[in-house]
């Protein structure tokens, strides 16, 4: 079941607001050039940020999301008619059919059972090519980026079509390898707060380099995020046969 951050219907317009400039998604374009990618799956793509990105570029996207509140939002941007947009998750993929497959942000710590992870994984094998590649980012454990969460301060942006918005994140629980939060919005046009409580699980290097090997990766890089160095984890990873 997705957070309501993604799939409550008043929720999910605000994502792009107080995410703020994307620059972390270009150097993905050049990435997908370096592998030599003309057909990508976006998992998890949420309101479909980076798959336009991808698909203005030329090539051919399926995005993929479990919700439907985010997708909504995706589909009304413009470009949004270029690309493949499926309601689900990773085992909705064609199979076979991509030479790229991402996942960012925290797209890949919200499978907290080593089932999930596993099913995901099988599914984005089945899902690439032979020797196509599986490129994610994940938080490094050892930054510890609920610090930062616990010490946030609330933000208020007024935004268009719906007015003045306060988001207000709390930490709730630190039970390493998991971490929750909960984000507060509250909307001063009629004073309704919305909840939305969210978990990471916080893998660490090894673990990732073992689960991928166990599903047929073999690891080729692992990189740091260009827009926050020292704090994540990208790795790259190709399919074998």
């Known amino acids: 079941?997705?957070?309501?951050?993604?799939?409550?219907?008043?929720?999910?317009?605000?994502?792009?607001?107080?995410?703020?400039?994307?620059?972390?998604?270009?150097?993905?374009?050049?990435?997908?050039?370096?592998?030599?990618?003309?057909?990508?799956?976006?998992?998890?793509?949420?309101?479909?940020?980076?798959?336009?990105?991808?698909?203005?570029?030329?090539?051919?996207?399926?995005?993929?999301?479990?919700?439907?509140?985010?997708?909504?939002?995706?589909?009304?941007?413009?470009?949004?008619?270029?690309?493949?947009?499926?309601?689900?998750?990773?085992?909705?993929?064609?199979?076979?059919?991509?030479?790229?497959?991402?996942?960012?942000?925290?797209?890949a710590q919200v499978f907290l059972t080593d089932e999930a992870w596993s099913q995901t994984l099988h599914s984005i094998h089945s899902a690439l090519r032979p020797e196509g590649h599986l490129v994610f980012e994940t938080r490094r454990p050892d930054r510890r980026a609920w610090e930062d969460w616990a010490a946030a301060a609330p933000i208020t942006i007024d935004i268009p079509g719906i007015g003045r918005v306060e988001e207000r994140l709390e930490l709730i629980a630190v039970e390493l390898p998991y971490v929750s939060f909960r984000h507060t919005y509250t909307f001063r046009s009629d004073g309704t707060a919305i909840t939305s409580d969210s978990t990471l699980r916080f893998r660490p290097r090894g673990e990732l380099e073992s689960t991928l090997a166990a599903h047929g990766f073999t690891v080729r890089d692992v990189r740091q995020a260009p827009d926050r160095p020292e704090r994540e984890f990208v790795f790259i990873a190709k399919r074998g046969n």
């Not at 792009?16 to 993905?28: C, E, I, K, Q």
């Open 1 to 107: 079941m997705p957070d309501a951050i993604f799939a409550h219907h008043r929720l999910a317009p605000l994502y792009d607001a107080f995410d703020g400039p994307r620059d972390d998604l270009t150097p993905y374009l050049a990435l997908a050039d370096d592998l030599d990618a003309r057909s990508i799956v976006d998992i998890g793509c949420g309101t479909g940020a980076l798959a336009i990105l991808l698909a203005e570029s030329g090539r051919g996207v399926v995005a993929v999301d479990p919700a439907s509140a985010s997708l909504e939002v995706a589909k009304s941007k413009a470009g949004a008619h270029r690309i493949t947009w499926l309601h689900g998750d990773a085992t909705t993929l064609p199979p076979a059919a991509a030479d790229l497959a991402l996942m960012t942000g925290n797209v």
